[in-house]
């Protein structure tokens, strides 16, 4: 086996750049102490980090098979674990998330009990046994299990369905950042952000992605928990936020009281932070949890971060590295949103018309801050606007400002009048996160594109290079399409997240867990129960998103997995039990691959 340079190199090499960033975000502030215009440090920032991103692209290309789909299987667990912590942590995560518990109050912690949750899924039922079975992709290990085409192209067409949907929320997500930081137009900054992806994935495939994923990992865990970390020094004398934000809940808590007594909140609409049961009902918040956790333990491509260990030892080890990781920033995210809904209540809610911070109109211009109904582009606007609101005083109620939930993140260190740098770090940051994830997925749907639909299926004596190179077409048509389509900003980021972890749970996990842990599971139930799941999983967001249709007893689309995953799992358990058993040699194989000793199924993606 070929020894891979940077896995044998990875502490020093990633020591040295975490040293270069600490130095580079000391240099930006004293270029902005010494006057340097703002934007100016934007574009520095944004460079900067996508000059590493590419860099690390190009030093790690490759042009062999199992470089390219699995990173030649070599990547040690610490590292993978950031490598999947990164591809994890996407804009949703990093930008959405902290919106949506502002937004959301308790109910919003859902969102993080699903994706920790789905975390021990991932580890305990299914990837260390992937990494046993030895695949390339995840249509790869359903074609092996079940044998034929019909799983490997049901496989192909769910994970391209939810992959797709999720990698349009990440350019969505670039097309915020860049266009807030760069100056530039929404639909140009969408096509930023495709140029850096194909550059880090098109070069090097998996092995290129996981190396820039370590980098960008340790720039968006930086640039998330620096902030917070500054407002509760500032706040409450000490720096570890995590522990420190329960005197913001109290204050945020009796500023809602104050806000109720004045009439600058009305009881009807204000969203009580720590209440429950205020955004969601019980039922849609069960059913939130339960689809995340399950989406979390079928998303392709996570999965196969866990097919790049080198062992299955490794893999379990990376499960647990990666929880770890993750946690870093999952523990943050509820102070975050404290933070942030503590300086609005302090510093905005009941302020003078005539006196509202700047950032309003700066995100305002942008068409993601509204006041009186109408977008906050100038102060001129938001005067007119508000006094054609008859009850309005003079003063900003809390009923007036309408904030996008995606921009509570990347606004926080303007809220609170943090020094420029730390606002441009959290862009790239939040950058690092979509570009990270946007690999992940493009990868996802072009390996299974490339090596399921088109080696697997229509040309078995492809050689490797036109391999590579018709994975490398399917990804850049991918990019493509995807960027097309959040240019056209189809719903906010964390919504389309949700949907796709819907799309994932529905047509994978049934097939998946039955595929491991049941041998008795057929072809035929597995196929079925796939297409049942997704099917009704997909129908039911469509219609109900675009047609009209009313949502089944309230559960919202974000959740339509409720559904689909028992059905998935009833037909193809029904559908198995009146179809012929599987050989003996399949089902030799099934109770092989739940041993953590012993050779792989697969060598090299072939059986």
Known sequence: MRKDKVAGRAGQLYGTVAGLLAAFIAGLVILEQIGVPQQVLGYLFVAATLVLYAGIGIASRTVHVTDYYVAGRQVPGVFNGMATAADWLSGASFIGLAGTLYMLGFDGLAYLLGWTGGFVLVAVLIAPYLRKFGAFTLPDFLAARFGGHAARLTGAIVLFACSFTYVVAQFYATGLIASRFLGIPFGTAVYVGLGTVLFCSLLGGMRSVTWTQVAQYLVLIVAFMLPVAILSAQHFGMPLAQFAYGEALEQIAALEQQMLASGLADPETLVRHLVPGEALDPLNFTALIVCLIIGTASLPHLLMRFLTTSSVRDARRSAGWTLFFVLLLYATVPAYAAFAKLEVYQNVI???????????????????????????????????????????????????????????????????????????????????????????????????????????????????????????????????????????????????????????????????????????????????????????????????????????????????????????????????????????????????????????????GAS
């Open 350 to 604: 009941g302020a003078s018309l005539q006196a509202l911070p700047d950032w309003i109109y700066t995100y305002g211009r942008l068409g993601l801050v509204e006041i009186c109904g109408k977008a906050a582009g100038s102060a001129e606007a938001v005067r007119e606007a508000c006094a054609a609101v008859p009850e309005n005083a003079g003063v900003l109620r809390l009923s007036d400002l309408s904030i996008d939930r995606d921009v509570i993140v990347l606004a926080l260190p303007e809220i609170a009048g943090l020094p420029y740098v730390i606002a441009g770090l959290v862009a790239a940051g939040g950058l690092a996160a979509t570009l990270s994830t946007a690999n992940g997925l493009l990868l996802a749907v072009a390996n299974a594109l490339g090596h399921d639909v088109y080696y697997r299926t229509l040309d078995s004596r492809a050689p490797a290079s036109r391999r590579l190179l018709v994975a490398r077409l399917f990804l850049l048509a991918t990019a493509a399409v995807a960027a097309v389509v959040a240019s056209s900003r189809p719903s906010d980021i964390l919504s389309m997240v949700a949907w796709a972890f819907s799309l994932a749970a529905s047509g994978f996990f049934p097939a998946l867990v039955l595929g491991i842990w049941w041998k008795r599971c057929t072809a035929a139930g597995a196929v079925c129960g796939m297409l049942a799941g997704f099917g009704l999983t997909l129908a039911y967001l469509v219609m109900t998103q675009y047609g009209g249709m009313a949502e089944w007893y309230g559960i919202r689309n974000t959740s339509a997995a409720i559904f689909g995953v028992p059905l998935g799992f009833a037909v193809a358990i029904l559908v198995s039990l009146v179809t012929r058993a599987p050989s003996r040699h399949v089902q030799a194989m099934v109770e092989e691959i739940r041993k953590p000793a012993g050779k792989p199924v697969m060598i090299d």
